[in-house]
């Protein structure tokens, strides 16, 4: 057997495998393997939704931190059950251990995805002879303080960067044709072709933009740093797709 977790917090996993989730293992592990899942008790908690951007500013004023803090309290008591909010990764730990049991089976094997890889080490450290084998995909430490947390997020998402710099300069993704690299090529290298470091050079110019408050989508519309991350982070989705990404040097490119 093969316990699922796909992250979160509020992975619902279970309805996760039900859907695209299942298609995430090759066909010799769905053969080899029952693939089973539950839905967090977390995915239960009803919350008033935040009434302010949940993002701070880069350089935030210490009026803006007070409402956001103060939004942050008012959301955190509009939970219910209030039961439920205390829920950790020991927990979503030991409800996988008791499924397990309930399906009477000795010993499993893990796979979790992002922060269900911090329920996979929970899993381990509470129950080590049930574990057969276990896969953490994007794999974080639980033990982190929230300065090593962000400083080790945003070293990814720089190595995203440059492994999206080094895909696009290869020939093959720079043919003409809208949303592909070709757009970028012009855009950067004047259209005598590109090299990785003037992607990550543009890359370096849109977020000085973005900081300063100066740069607008091909709408118009005032794009924050918070919206370039997303646009970075997103390189990770499909990254196996040259159609996505294609697509994200579109957007990079206006």
């Known amino acids: 057997m093969l316990l699922f977790d796909n992250g979160g917090p509020e992975g619902l996993s279970a ?7 299942y298609q995430r293992f090759t ?17 239960k908690i009803a919350c008033q939704g935040p009434q302010v951007n949940e993002h701070l500013p880069l350089d935030p004023s210490l009026s803006a931190f007070t409402v956001l803090t103060t939004d ?6 509009s939970c219910h059950p209030p039961g439920l909010k205390t829920i950790n990764s020991l927990d979503r730990a030991r409800d996988l251990d008791a499924l397990r049991r309930g399906l009477g089976v000795d010993v499993v094997s ?12 929970a899993l381990a450290e509470l129950f080590p002879d049930t574990i057969r084998s276990m896969v953490l995909d994007s794999p974080q430490y639980p033990r982190l303080s929230t300065r090593d947390y962000l400083l080790t997020a945003a070293a990814g998402i720089e190595d995203m960067a440059h492994g999206f710099a080094r895909w696009c300069q290869a020939p093959q993704f720079t043919r003409p044709g809208k949303g592909s690299c070709r757009t970028l090529a012009r855009t950067v290298g004047k259209g005598v072709g590109i090299t990785a470091k003037q992607v990550l050079d543009h890359l370096t110019g849109l977020r000085s ?25 997103s390189l990770q989705y499909h990254k196996d797709s040259s159609y996505h990404l294609e697509e994200q040097a579109g957007v990079l490119a206006k």
């Open 209 to 233: 933009l973005a900081e300063a408050g100066k740069l607008r989508d091909g709408q118009g519309r005032l794009v924050t740093p918070d919206d370039l991350t997303a646009v970075f982070q």
């Open 15 to 21: 309805n996760t495998l039900e859907g695209e989730g």
């Open 72 to 77: 942050n309290d008012r959301y955190a008591k």
């Open 110 to 121: 893990f796979y979790g995805v992002s922060y269900g890889t911090v329920v996979g080490q």
């Open 27 to 43: 066909e010799p592990v769905r053969g080899a393997f029952d693939i089973v899942a539950l839905d967090e008790r977390e995915g």
